[in-house]
C-alpha cells in the first residue's frame, strides 16, 4: 500500500483501517514506517522486509500468509516496487496462489509530473540513473528519442553530474527539478539542464528527494522559440551570468547559431 511521500496527511483512510487491521505490517525500515503509525495511534505489529531480504525471510513470510494471516507491505514513502522492495515477495505470493490486491495512494513521480509543466499526455518512469558517467550516459541516449517525458530519481550529491551528462545528451531541452514534494519546501525549477546548472552551481547543491523529469524531443520542423521568447529568455539568463554564458545557452534553446544568439545578447546589453 502506498504510504505519506512527505505530509503524513496524506494517507488514505482505507490504508489506516488495513494498518488497523492487519496481522502484520511488512517494512522497509520499522522506524520509518513507526513514525506514520505513531502519529495515528495505530498498534499494530511490524517485520522488517526490504531489497536484502533473502529467500528464507520471504519463505516465512510465505508461511504466514498459508496459516491465514493478512500483511500489509509498505516502503518508506510512496508506492512499494516502485524503485522500492516488493517485486520478488509479490511473484512470490503469486506464484503459491495468495491473494494480492493494491491499496493506492501518494506517488513521487507522478506528482512531479503534474508539478513539472511538462507534457503528460505520454511518459516512461525510469527509476534512478546509473552512477558511473558513461552508464549513464549509455542509458540517456537510448531514450533520446522517445516521444514522451522521462521520469528520474536523483540524489542530491549526484544532481550536478547528471545534469551535465543531460546537457550533453539532450542539449536545450526543458528538464524540471522537483524536490520535497508534499513539505514544506516543496520547489519546482524548470530550465534547460544548462540553465539548471548555471543556477545550481551558484547556489549550491538542494537537499531533499529529487525527482528530474526531461521533456519530450522537439518535432521536426517546428520552430523551438519565437523571436520575442528568445529575447525574453535571453534577458533572464543575463541578469545573473556573463554574455558568453546567456548566448550559449539560447543558442541551445531556441535552435539558432551561437553567433546569432550572441549578436543578440550583445544588443541586449547595449540598451
Not at 519463505?59 to 500483511?71: F, H
Not at 543556477?199 to 524531443?217: F, N, Q, T
Amino acid at each position: 500500500m502506498a504510504t505519506p511521500i512527505g505530509n503524513l496527511g496524506d494517507i488514505t483512510l482505507r490504508a489506516l483501517e488495513v494498518l488497523r487491521g492487519c496481522d502484520t505490517i511488512l517494512c522497509e525500515d520499522t522506524r520509518v514506517t513507526r513514525k506514520l503509525l505513531d502519529a495515528y495511534d495505530l498498534r499494530t505489529k511490524t517485520l522488517s522486509y526490504h531489497d536484502h531480504s533473502d529467500d528464507t525471510k520471504r519463505g516465512r513470510i510465505l508461511d504466514l500468509l498459508k496459516e491465514g494471516k493478512s500483511l500489509a507491505l509498505v516502503s518508506d514513502a510512496g508506492m512499494p516496487l516502485i524503485s522500492d522492495p516488493g517485486y520478488k515477495l509479490v511473484q512470490a505470493c503469486l506464484d503459491a496462489g495468495i491473494a494480492v490486491t493494491s491499496l493506492p495512494g501518494a506517488n513521487a513521480p507522478l506528482a512531479a509530473l503534474q508539478l513539472s509543466g511538462l507534457p503528460s499526455d505520454r511518459f516512461c518512469f525510469l527509476g534512478f540513473l546509473p552512477v558511473k558517467a558513461g552508464a549513464r550516459k549509455h542509458m540517456l541516449q537510448d531514450w533520446a528519442e522517445v516521444e514522451a517525458t522521462l521520469i528520474f530519481f536523483e540524489t542530491a550529491p549526484r544532481l550536478l553530474a547528471s545534469l551535465k551528462t543531460m546537457q550533453e545528451v539532450f542539449g536545450g531541452r526543458t528538464l524540471a527539478v522537483v524536490r520535497e514534494i508534499t513539505k514544506l519546501f516543496e520547489e519546482v525549477r524548470r530550465g534547460s539542464a544548462a540553465e539548471l546548472l548555471v543556477y545550481y552551481e551558484a547556489e549550491g547543491k538542494p537537499r531533499g528527494e529529487i525527482v528530474l523529469l526531461v521533456g519530450p524531443p522537439e518535432k521536426a520542423g517546428v520552430k523551438k522559440l519565437g523571436d520575442k521568447e528568445i529575447e525574453k529568455r535571453l534577458r533572464r539568463l543575463l541578469e545573473r551570468m556573463k554574455t558568453k554564458e546567456a548566448a550559449y545557452i539560447i543558442a541551445e534553446e531556441a535552435g539558432i547559431t551561437r553567433k546569432e544568439a550572441y549578436d543578440l545578447a550583445v544588443r541586449l546589453t547595449k540598451e
